[in-house]
């Protein structure tokens, strides 16, 4: 087996890991009370290791596994890739994921953020390099984020934070392959 098609077989696993946990957590089991998920400023390492795996909703987790799929089985996505996203995701700093809808709704108090979504931009981040318009898809991107400001409760900031670490963690592959 290749390691595209581990990637492949990986992906699935954590898929059906989020739907699952979303089924449970929509069942009537808190799993947010049980072990917390987040990456808030007094979050511990298990709930950081947690929150791609916690959706909001059944429709969200739906919505990121979907997009995950499309990322890992459309391009040239390796396990190294994953894990590098998986890191990127979890290090996010709490400051930053809560930006910018903080500022423009100070009265919202702090949210729980959760999702896969961090570790998809980090990989769109990882792949940015291939893409034959990448200023046209970057600026997409972009505009893809002004509803979730606007409706609120979309982590803007981590989703950028991820897209850009995913960009300088392989341009510092790169360099650090190169000598």
Same mark, same amino acid.
């Given at each position: 087996m290749q390691d595209r098609d581990h990637a492949k077989a990986v992906a699935l696993l954590v898929g059906? =890991?989020?739907?699952?946990?979303? /089924?449970?957590h929509m069942a009537g089991c808190r799993i947010a009370s049980v072990c917390p998920a987040g990456?808030?400023?007094?979050?511990?390492?298990?709930?950081?290791?947690?929150?791609? /795996?916690?959706?909001?909703g059944l429709l969200h987790a739906v919505v990121n596994v979907y997009v995950l799929w499309q990322v890992v089985f459309f391009?040239?996505?390796?396990?190294?890739? /994953? /894990?590098g996203a998986f890191v990127v995701a979890c290090c996010c700093p709490s400051w930053v994921a809560a930006w910018p809808y903080c500022w423009i709704h100070p009265d919202a108090g702090p949210t729980m953020v959760v999702g896969l979504s961090g570790m998809v931009f980090a990989l769109m981040g990882m792949q940015v390099h291939r893409w034959p318009r990448r200023w046209r898809c970057c600026a997409l991107l972009l505009l893809w984020q002004v509803p979730g400001l606007c409706a609120g409760g979309v982590a803007v900031g981590?989703?950028?934070?991820?897209?850009? =670490?995913?960009?300088?963690l392989v341009r510092a592959s790169r360099v650090i392959r190169s000598r």
């Open positions: 059906v =890991a989020v739907l699952l946990v979303s /089924l449970v990456i808030g400023p007094d979050a511990t390492l298990v709930s950081r290791l947690l929150h791609p /795996l916690v959706h909001v391009c040239d996505i390796r396990c190294r890739h /994953l /894990l981590m989703h950028l934070y991820c897209f850009v =670490a995913g960009v300088a």
